[in-house]
Nanobody, 125 residues
Framework: VQLQACGGGLVQPGGSLRLSCAAS????????MAWFRQAPGEEREFVSA????????DYADSVRGRFTISRDNAKNTVYLQMNSLKPEDTAVYSC???????????????????WGQGTQVTVSS
């Protein structure tokens, strides 16, 4: 599977953005999907994940309650709705995929084999 993230940009603190990650290839519904981010000079960190069956989600403590992950298997796309953005959310956001099974409820935070290019999110006044 090939992944392409988009939707980043410059937003003021307190604002919102929605990132999209479009997947090419077959069997998108069999992949657990996740978002990661990497700020300058920092290590990449887990942000959020959604299971292949769409029934389970996971969030980093730093974004829980502000970010929402979702997926539309008909469009082969996973989304990250980001609200109440803070300057510390500034980073390059990347999507990742891990092959599971259509019925899988797993939300892995690591071990993803497929990665897309990142999209820059800058939160600044």
């Amino acid at each position: 599977v090939q992944l392409q993230a988009c939707g980043g940009g410059l937003v003021q603190p307190g604002g919102s953005l929605r990132l999209s990650c479009a997947a090419s290839g077959r069997s998108f519904g069999a992949y657990a999907m996740a978002w990661f981010r990497q700020a300058p000079g920092e290590e990449r960190e887990f942000v959020s994940a959604i299971s292949a069956n769409g029934g389970s989600t996971d969030y980093a403590d730093s974004v829980r309650g502000r970010f929402t992950i979702s997926r539309d298997n008909a469009k082969n796309t996973v989304y990250l709705q980001m609200n109440s953005l803070k300057p510390e959310d500034t980073a390059v956001y990347s999507c990742a995929a891990e092959l599971r099974h259509y019925a899988s409820a797993a939300v892995p935070r690591e071990g993803h084999h497929y990665w897309g290019q990142g999209t820059q999110v800058t939160v600044s006044s």
